[in-house]
């Protein structure tokens, strides 16, 4: 009784058994479409950890940023500072978009700073600093105009100094909450990474092979 033949021939033809039918060929895994989208999900572990690590520094920093603002806030708040109201001549073109409004993050800081008591300091002794006024006062100790101008322009260039200082960790605070969703984002993509791998290689398994 002849034996059914199978397999594959020496010149690479498939065969047929003894009833005529071709046998299934064998099931290929399909693979990731990129070799980049392979190499980023082969380590599935890896990158899972990576991924938790990045979204608990990204929380982390969502958190520092939100309370370097709070922290900007509660200092400024005490220091019942106004800026002058609509219409008034002391309204400068620099802060007339906060006119009325009380003084309470780091940019009403930075523009109180620079576009009020900057403006307002460059008027003092011919627009020369604190140093070069306090030098003259200590050569003219008997100097009245000089001591005023030199009590006027440490208070001034000290309050916008405080200011501006704010306004530095408010900049910090933004940049930590960027930085935070931005970390936040990535740790999201590179955990479904390897979720998307699955799923491309399970579909790849359970389409049925051409010519079957």
Not at 22 to 40: E, I
Not at 42 to 53: H, K, M, R
Not at 58 to 67: E, Q, R
Not at 141 to 155: G, I, M, S, V, W
Request: glycine fraction near 12%.
């Amino acid at each position: 009784m002849p034996q059914p033949s199978t397999g594959a021939s020496g010149n690479g033809a498939t065969t047929t058994d003894a009833l005529g039918v071709r046998p299934p060929a064998a099931t290929t895994l399909r693979t990731p479409r990129s070799r980049l989208l392979a190499r980023l999900t082969g380590l599935t572990s890896i990158a899972t950890v990576a991924a938790a690590g990045m979204i608990v520094v990204g929380v982390l920093a969502l958190v520092g940023g939100s309370y370097d603002r709070q922290v900007v806030h509660d200092q400024l708040a005490p220091q019942k500072i106004f800026f002058p109201p609509a219409g008034s001549p002391a309204l400068l073109p620099g802060i007339r978009q906060y006119a009325g409004q009380q003084l309470l993050t780091g940019a009403q800081a930075k523009a109180y700073a620079n576009g009020f008591i900057g403006v307002h300091v460059t008027k003092i002794a011919a627009g020369q600093t604190y140093a070069q006024v306090s030098a003259k006062s200590l050569a003219e100790p008997k100097n009245a105009t000089l001591a005023a101008q030199k009590a006027a322009l440490f208070q001034g260039e000290t309050l916008r100094g405080l200011l501006l200082g704010a306004w530095g960790w408010s900049v910090i605070g933004t940049l930590a909450t960027l930085a935070g969703f931005i970390l936040i984002g990535l740790g999201a993509v590179l955990f479904l990474l390897p979720l998307a791998n699955c799923q491309v290689n399970l579909r790849g398994r359970g389409r049925a092979p051409a010519g079957a």
